[in-house]
């Protein structure tokens, strides 16, 4: 079991003593919950697209990095993009493409 922060702890704590209430969310928000399952899950294409060696492993040490697959990673960026929603962050990894540290700003 990976050590807990002390953050983690305080929820353990709170709830070993009781001091947590589940609750159950607003018709609202689980309908939000269910489209957003919804949109992501339903995968009606197929794309192929060519990219760089480079690229592609920099693709996947930002998916390693993010804890994901990095073909999710990819449909991710491409989403958030198109729904006006991608915010760049900055990276602590090296480019393989250009050799240096990436600088990422958010808009």
């Known amino acids: ?10 929820i ?10 589940t609750t159950a969310p607003s018709k609202a928000r689980l309908a939000k919950f269910k ?16 990219l760089s ?3 592609l492993m920099d693709i996947q040490a ?8 990095y073909q999710t990673l990819i449909a991710s ?6 729904s006006g929603r991608l915010v760049e962050l900055s990276s602590s990894l090296t480019s393989r493409s250009s050799g240096t540290r990436q600088k990422r700003r958010a808009p």
């Open 12 to 21: 353990l704590d709170a709830y070993e003593k009781g001091e947590l209430k």
């Open 1 to 10: 079991m990976k050590k807990i922060d002390a953050f983690e702890k305080d």
């Open 53 to 55: 060696a480079p690229d």
């Open 77 to 82: 960026v491409l989403h958030k993009f198109v």
């Open 62 to 69: 930002r998916a390693l990095e993010e804890g994901m697959p």
């Open 35 to 50: 489209a957003s399952a919804t949109a992501t899950i339903l995968k009606e294409k197929r794309i192929n697209i060519r």
